[in-house]
């Protein structure tokens, strides 16, 4: 059975190890969850299986084949693609210009393939396909931005914080999305600061804590066990960030009950120019 296997991988950033020996294994498929408090290296993690961080050492197997330490176009090329955390869109650029350059290294018909792919996730994108990026609300961005990753039709996908900043109600249409890609045949990685929504959505699950795997199971054992959870969130002395992902429902994690929040839904839009067509 198709996998992507992380292994043995550790991380650098500023001299000191953030990611140490961390071994994952993605199945084709599923949603994989991947959960830790702020500054575990959940981030990191992801960094480097998308090539933009070297993981030193470790390897990155796509059934087999090594793609630890290639270029982040080459490892999209070969079918995994990653969501960074708070990715942001070109903001004068249109719904479908966002989308079309994330297209620029497929062929035509691939792109073709892939934007159809994607509005048929997200049919609301193809009602705002000429509305500039900066218009559209925290969770409309959220769609593009998911929808720039999944038009190359990767079969493994690594997601950085699904829901951050979006109100429930939006976190709520996103999750079914989530489930049908994975049903499609793609195996996903999901980072999710709210508990409850990717032990909702995965299979395996895995806790990250200082840069280490505390926990490495099944989601299930863990909604049985939340206790594994808390004691990696109370290592950073967190009480409050343990019980708002455990207790209750994520809109009461979110702290916004009602799920209206127009503000909740807005973020700013900022340039990334490495996203531009070379
Ligand atoms: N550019 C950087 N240079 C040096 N250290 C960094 C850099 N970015 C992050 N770190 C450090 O790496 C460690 C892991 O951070 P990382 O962002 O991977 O964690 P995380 O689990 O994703 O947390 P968060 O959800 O807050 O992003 C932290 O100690 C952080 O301070």
Redesign the pocket.
């Known amino acids: 059975m198709s996998q992507l296997e992380l292994r043995d991988i550790t991380v650098e950033?500023?001299g000191?190890p953030?990611?140490k020996d961390v071994t994952i294994t993605v199945p084709a498929g599923e949603v994989t969850a991947l959960l830790?408090?702020?500054?575990?290296?959940?981030?990191?993690?992801?960094?480097a299986v998308g090539g933009v961080l070297r993981p030193r050492p470790g390897s990155v197997l796509l059934d087999g084949t090594e793609l630890a330490g290639q270029r982040p176009e080459r490892i999209r090329a070969a079918g995994v693609a990653i969501v960074p955390?708070g990715r942001r869109l070109l903001p004068d650029l249109s719904v479908d210009d966002n989308i079309r350059v994330a297209t620029y290294a497929l062929s035509k018909k691939d792109a073709a393939d892939g934007r159809a792919r994607a509005l048929e996730l997200f049919p609301r994108l193809g009602q705002r396909l000429t509305v500039p990026a900066r218009l559209l609300s925290g969770g409309e961005q959220q769609m593009v931005v998911l929808a720039q990753a999944l038009v190359s039709q990767p079969r493994y996908i690594l997601i950085?914080?699904l829901s951050l900043g979006l109100a429930p109600v939006i976190v709520n249409q996103l999750i079914p999305v989530i489930r049908e890609v994975a049903a499609s045949g793609v195996g996903i990685l999901l980072?999710e600061?709210f508990a409850t929504v990717a032990l909702s959505l995965a299979t395996g699950a895995h806790v990250?804590e200082g840069?280490v795997l505390r926990y490495s199971g099944t989601a299930a054992e863990l909604k049985e066990h939340p206790d594994r959870l808390h004691s990696a969130y109370l290592l950073r002395g967190s009480a409050v960030e343990a019980s708002a992902v455990l207790d209750g429902s994520v809109a009461e994690a979110l702290g916004d009950a009602s799920g209206a929040g127009e503000k909740a839904e807005l973020r700013p839009v900022r340039a990334v120019p490495h996203m531009m067509p070379r």
């Open positions: 950033r500023g000191r953030v990611v830790g408090p702020n500054g575990a290296g959940k981030s990191s993690l992801v960094l955390e950085d914080e980072i600061q990250m840069g």
